[in-house]
């Protein structure tokens, strides 16, 4: 017996998902262990460390004139609470890019705007 459209069409989406690489949106949230620069820090979820750079964002580097603040400005945005990161990719298990809250802040935005 065949199965019933809503069982087929779910498989079929299903399929074109995986096909596709599209996947549920994987969200991290800890506390900011370290704060590396103005576009990366280390988040600390409790199990384990996961590096993350900011995505969409190119913050100054060490030994540009805006890099102390940049890196004082992301340090003081994530000493503020509960971090929440929303995954927009990967490079290892323990690197990530994405979107990095804070409450109701969104760092990458803070960052560009200031």
Known sequence: MPPSPAVAAWGLCTAIALMTGITAAEVLTGRAA?????????LDTGERRVE??????AAPQRGE???PAARQLL????????VQVDVTGRTAADRVFGRVHVG???A???LVKR
């Not at 993350?52 to 964002?57: C, E, H, K, T």
């Not at 340090?75 to 509960?82: D, E, H, L, M």
Request: charged share 25%; no cysteine.
């Open 108 to 110: 990458n935005l803070e």
């Open 52 to 57: 993350v750079r900011l995505s969409d964002i």
């Open 65 to 67: 004139f805006f890099a």
């Open 104 to 106: 109701e802040v969104d």
């Open 75 to 82: 340090a003081n945005i994530t000493a503020a609470g509960t």
């Open 34 to 42: 370290d704060v590396a620069s103005g576009d990366t820090l280390r």
